[in-house]
């Protein structure tokens, strides 16, 4: 009878382990599924949520590749080659031009803002335009970007990010993402040069007239203010060019 019961609580013992494994399991698989981030819907309730959760990992994740670049830079310096100096040399020269440098001057600012919620529900009810026509999209600020190009920009950031060549301004639902880090509007655009060339060079240009008449028939936002000197953060990313790759074509029988 005692051998019984000894083998009884044995085994309750054994599933007591078990249990308690399977739910360590699982709880560190649901802890990988969810990145950190919650997994109930119910913890995000709209997309300004998302996009302030996903812009903070990336913000962390910025930093993180900033110091390793700083670190690949202090050892290529330290190493004692004539021909590694040499390049060193060239590459210094060329940090400046590049983005990779803080740099500062006279600037022009450009901001974009969506139409007021009271103007798109008016003009979209009497059928003027569609409510997508009084918010600003894509090339609304890639207007403006090459627009202040143009006029000579010696360097640029828009929401406050160094903009290189490198860099793509894409949109994403009624966001646009600039270094994998997604901004709602309003979008400013500032550029450092000369203030004259840069306000010649966005009245010129087609698109932002193009854009200009939706400024003024219903209220799309379009300020332009200037700077005697503006000093503009060093570009702190990633320098590698990202680019998409052709598949293999498909074997037709």
């Known amino acids: 009878m005692s051998t019984h019961r000894h083998r009884e609580r044995y ?5 007591a382990v078990v249990v308690f494994v399977v739910a360590g399991v699982l709880f560190v698989t649901s802890s990988l599924d969810s990145g950190g981030l919650d997994l109930r819907a119910s913890s995000v309730t709209d997309l300004d949520t998302v996009v302030r959760q996903q812009r903070q990992r990336t913000d962390d994740q ?3 590749v900033a110091d390793l670049t700083r670190e690949v830079d202090q050892l290529g310096k330290s190493v004692d080659d004539a021909q590694v100096s040499a390049v060193q040399h060239q590459v210094d020269a060329l940090r400046g031009p590049a983005g990779f440098e803080k740099v500062h001057g006279p600037a022009i600012t450009v901001v974009l803002s969506d139409a007021p919620k009271a103007d798109i529900v008016r003009a979209v009810g009497k059928g003027e335009v569609a409510a997508s026509d009084l918010v600003v999209h894509q090339q609304d600020i890639q207007a403006v970007v090459n627009a202040l190009w143009s006029g000579g920009a010696e360097a640029m950031t828009l929401q406050k990010q160094r903009v290189i060549s490198t860099t793509g301004i894409k949109c994403v639902g009624n966001t646009v993402v600039l270094h994998g880090v997604p901004y709602a509007p309003p979008y400013e655009i500032t550029a450092i040069g000369d203030l004259d060339s840069l306000r010649i060079a966005l009245d010129s240009s087609d698109y932002v007239a193009g854009y200009k008449t939706y400024v003024e028939a ?8 200037t700077d005697d000197d503006v000093t ?5 990313g990633s320098s590698a060019l990202r680019y998409a790759v052709a598949g293999a074509s498909p074997v037709s029988n």
Do not use: E, I, N
């Open 11 to 15: 085994t309750w013992r054994l599933v």
């Open 62 to 64: 910025q930093r993180q």
């Open 218 to 225: 219903h209220h799309l936002g379009y300020q332009v203010s």
């Open 232 to 236: 503009m953060p060093a570009y702190d």
